[in-house]
C-alpha cells in the first residue's frame, strides 16, 4: 500500500464516522441512553406491554439520533413485529390532521386503502381498532411524536386517545415522545397524565471529560490490516498527545462555552479532520485551532471591522452608559457622553451634531444597536431609547483588532472591563 493511499483513507474513515450516527452513539454501556431506550422498547415488545417515554434534551443532542439507531436496530431484530408511526408537532398539533395522518401511514403500512375524506371520529376509531389487531398479531406500533411539547397544547385529544387505548390488555404501543422542554411532561393534563408511564430519558450535553472521551473513540484508528500497524500505532499516539494537551483543553473549553451540543461538536471534529495534513498524515493542535476559527460564528466582529472611528465612538459611549446604569439612553445622552469623553482627552477630532446623528442611524441600521421597544415611533430618533447589541468582550476584542482605532478607546474599554 502506498503511504499517500493509507494516509488518505484515514482521512477518508475518520469522516465516515463523524457522519454515522450508529458508530457515535451505538455502545454497549449499561447506562447510556442507547443501551436504556433499547431495553425499554425490546421489552415491551417481547412481553407484549404498553409503553410510553420522553426523549428530553436541548436541541443537537442527540435525541433523534439515538431513537433512529435504536428503531433500526429492533426492525433488524423483530423485522416483523415492529411498525413506526412518525408525527410533528410543528406539522400535526391539532387533533385533526394528527389523526389523519396516523391513518394514512397505517393504511400505508398495512396495505389498506386510505380514505381522505374519513372524518375525525372514524380516523380515531380505526387507529383504535388497528391497535387491537397488531395486539392480536403480537406486533407493536411505535408512535414517535417529535416536537412533543406542541402536542401538550389545547385539550391534548391525542395524546389522550393514545394512552387510553393503550390501557386495553389488547393493544401493544409504544409512545416516544422528543421534545427540547424539560418539564414537557409538566404540561399534560391530569388525566393524561394518570396514563403515561413516567419514564425519561434526559440527553443532557456532555462534560469536558465525556467530549474527549468522544474525541479518543472518533480519531482513534483500528489496529488491524486496514492500516500499516506502525502508522495506526503512531497516528493513535498523537491524538491521545494533542487530546491530554493543556492549550487543546483550552481550546476545546472555549468551544464548550459557545455550543456544547454533540451535533457542533462533531461539526467541529469534521472541520478539524478536512484540516488534516495529508503531507504527514497526522492529526496536529494546529488542525484543530483552524478548525475553531473557522465555525466560531463572530458576525458582530465582522460588522465591527468596516465601521468608522465616529461609529466606534458611539458603541463606546453606550457600553460606559450601561456600565454606568443609566435608566435611559438615547442620542441626546450618547452626545453628552461624547462630549465628555472629547473634554477628558482633548481629542482632536471632534464630529458635529449632525455627522453624529448620521453614524447613529447608520449603526441602528447595521443592527449594532436597536431601539428598546416599538413605542414612541412617532417621536424623532435623536429621543427615542436604544440598547447595544454587541456585548462587552466583542467590542472590546473589536477595538483591538481594529488598526485605525484611538488608544484612549481601547484604554477606556480596559478600565470599563
Do not use: W
Request: proline residues 3%; charged residues 25%; aromatic residues 8%.
Amino acid at each position: 500500500m502506498e503511504p499517500e493511499n493509507h494516509k488518505t483513507k484515514a482521512v477518508n474513515v475518520l469522516r465516515s464516522r463523524i457522519c454515522d450516527p450508529k458508530f457515535i452513539f451505538k455502545n454497549d454501556y449499561p447506562d447510556s441512553n442507547y443501551s436504556k431506550l433499547k431495553f425499554m422498547i425490546s421489552n415491551s415488545v417481547t412481553e407484549a406491554c404498553n409503553n410510553s417515554i420522553l426523549l428530553l434534551g436541548p436541541r443537537g443532542s442527540g435525541k433523534n439520533a439515538v431513537l433512529e439507531v435504536v428503531i433500526q436496530d429492533l426492525l433488524q431484530e423483530y423485522p416483523d413485529s415492529i411498525s413506526v408511526i412518525r408525527l410533528n408537532g410543528l406539522l400535526h398539533s391539532d387533533d385533526v390532521s394528527a389523526f389523519k395522518e396516523i391513518a394514512r401511514q397505517l393504511c400505508m403500512e398495512h396495505q389498506l386503502l386510505f380514505s381522505k375524506a374519513a372524518s375525525f371520529d372514524d380516523n380515531s376509531q380505526f387507529m383504535v381498532a388497528i391497535l387491537k389487531e397488531c395486539g392480536l398479531a403480537h406486533k407493536t406500533v411505535i408512535f414517535v411524536l417529535e416536537e412533543f411539547d406542541l402536542f401538550a397544547q389545547g385539550k391534548q385529544r391525542l395524546l389522550y386517545s393514545l394512552l387510553d387505548a393503550m390501557q386495553s390488555i389488547a393493544s401493544q404501543a409504544v409512545v416516544l415522545g422528543i421534545s427540547c422542554r424539560l418539564d414537557a411532561d409538566q404540561l399534560l393534563e391530569k388525566r393524561v397524565r394518570s396514563r403515561f408511564s413516567h419514564r425519561k430519558l434526559l440527553f443532557l450535553p456532555p462534560s469536558m471529560e465525556d467530549s474527549q472521551k468522544l474525541l479518543m473513540h472518533m480519531l482513534t484508528l483500528p489496529i488491524d490490516s486496514s492500516f500499516p500497524h506502525d502508522y495506526a500505532t503512531e497516528f493513535n499516539t498523537r491524538v491521545q498527545n494533542i487530546i491530554e494537551d493543556r492549550k487543546f483543553k483550552e481550546t476545546l473549553q472555549k468551544y464548550l462555552n459557545v455550543d456544547s451540543c454533540v451535533k457542533h461538536l462533531l461539526r467541529f471534529l469534521f472541520c478539524a479532520v478536512s484540516h488534516m495534513d495529508l503531507q504527514t498524515g497526522f492529526l496536529s493542535q494546529e488542525s484543530f485551532e483552524i478548525a475553531f476559527s473557522s465555525i466560531q460564528r463572530q458576525p458582530k466582529l465582522e460588522c465591527l471591522r468596516n465601521c468608522s472611528n465616529l461609529e466606534l465612538h458611539i458603541l463606546v459611549c453606550m457600553k460606559r452608559l450601561e456600565v454606568k446604569e443609566k435608566s435611559l439612553c438615547n442620542f441626546n445622552s450618547l452626545m453628552k457622553e461624547y462630549k465628555s469623553m472629547h473634554d477628558s482627552f482633548r481629542t482632536s477630532e471632534y464630529y458635529s451634531r449632525n455627522v453624529c446623528l448620521r453614524a447613529f442611524e447608520h449603526l441602528i441600521h447595521r443592527e449594532m444597536i436597536c431601539f428598546t421597544d416599538n413605542r414612541g415611533q412617532n417621536l424623532s430618533v435623536e429621543f427615542r431609547p436604544v440598547k447595544l447589541l454587541i456585548s462587552s468582550a466583542e467590542l472590546h476584542q473589536g477595538l483591538r483588532a481594529y488598526n485605525s482605532c484611538p488608544a484612549y478607546l481601547i484604554k477606556l474599554m480596559d478600565r470599563e472591563g
